[in-house]
DNA sequence: CGCCAGGACGCCC
DNA sequence: GGGCGTCATGGC
């Protein structure tokens, strides 16, 4: 990745990122696409920082309106740019149906997202549309004047004052979550740092929360990218290609693996209908 | 109108 | 411990 400042934006050149792939891919829901020709433009924001970027060709960006230190202290993070997807896909190219996958979606990155936010939209997520995903977020975020609300702030809120996000029986769950992290019940910086199987276990305390989500919340939002999350999509992945189960030499980056497969079986799908 | 959406839960045996 | 109906809502 290399970038320059140019008056008042950032402007970034990175091959392995594509701006469509990664924003749009199902790993976050508050990106909007503001324009939709090249140069592509997306809105959104990482906490409570706002961010506009703009894709100008095939590996070349601007961040609007950003400092130098913004760049470096939030974005360069947030969009994983310290990780050599290149050497990642040569790794995970050893297998052939991850070589095509690779090849299909290869600037797909791995956001590295806030956990409580990705823990509410997990659980949005499940028996979900990603269109209306994007619904519920959003007028959430709306109703705190466009900032995601703590837990502290959702812990004070039940399923019928929540009545306004239409978001069903998934608003139980929201408020089980709310009061277990805000009481600290259920510790996310902790549990970013345990292991595997038993932060799996600690997510799993909150109700509306399962083996999807919380594999979920692991690698989206606490960027352990040896989490795995298996939906029907995957689930068809990998009793097709990988009966004898997923390469060992892939298991430490096997989310990251899973978003270009995710990518490429649901494009093979819509070809095919 | 019916079907499905990046699931989880409760109850069944 | 696997199988299955149910759970709100809305896009298509």
Same mark, same amino acid.
């Given at each position: 990745m290399d970038y320059q400042v140019k008056s008042n934006d950032i402007t970034v050149s990175e091959k392995d990122f594509d701006l469509d792939e990664t924003l749009d891919c199902?790993?976050?829901?508050?990106?909007?696409?503001?324009?939709?020709?090249?140069p592509c433009t997306y809105e959104g924001k990482f906490l409570n920082t706002a961010l506009k970027i703009s894709q100008t060709k095939k590996g070349e960006f601007i961040f609007h309106d950003t400092t130098e230190k913004n760049f470096l202290d939030i974005w360069y993070n947030y969009f994983d740019f310290g990780t050599d997807y290149s050497e990642l896909k040569r790794q995970f190219s050893e297998d052939e149906t991850l070589a095509k996958a690779c090849n299909f979606a290869g600037g797909i990155r791995l956001l590295r997202q806030d956990s409580w936010e990705c823990l509410i939209s997990f659980i949005i997520s499940q028996n979900n549309n990603i269109p209306r995903i994007k619904g519920i977020i959003d007028r959430l975020c709306e109703h705190y004047n466009g900032i995601f609300p703590s837990a502290e702030q959702l812990s004070h809120e039940s399923p019928e004052s929540l009545s306004?996000? &239409?978001s069903g029986f998934r608003a139980k769950y929201i408020c089980d979550a709310s009061k277990k992290t805000a009481d600290g019940t259920v510790n996310l910086t902790e549990i970013s740092k345990m292991p595997l199987d038993d932060a799996r276990i600690a997510l799993k305390q909150?109700?509306?929360?399962?083996a999807k989500v919380s594999e979920c919340v692991l690698l989206f939002?606490?960027? &352990?990218?040896e989490a795995f999350p298996v939906d029907v999509w995957i689930k068809r992945v990998l009793e097709k290609y990988y009966p004898n189960g997923f390469p060992e030499y892939a298991k430490k980056n096997a989310g990251i693996a899973q978003q270009y497969l995710f990518h490429y079986i649901r494009n093979l799908s819509v070809q095919s209908e």
């Open positions: 199902g790993q976050a829901f508050r990106w909007k696409k503001i324009i939709s020709e090249y306004y996000l &239409r909150i109700s509306g929360v399962g939002g606490m960027h &352990r990218t």
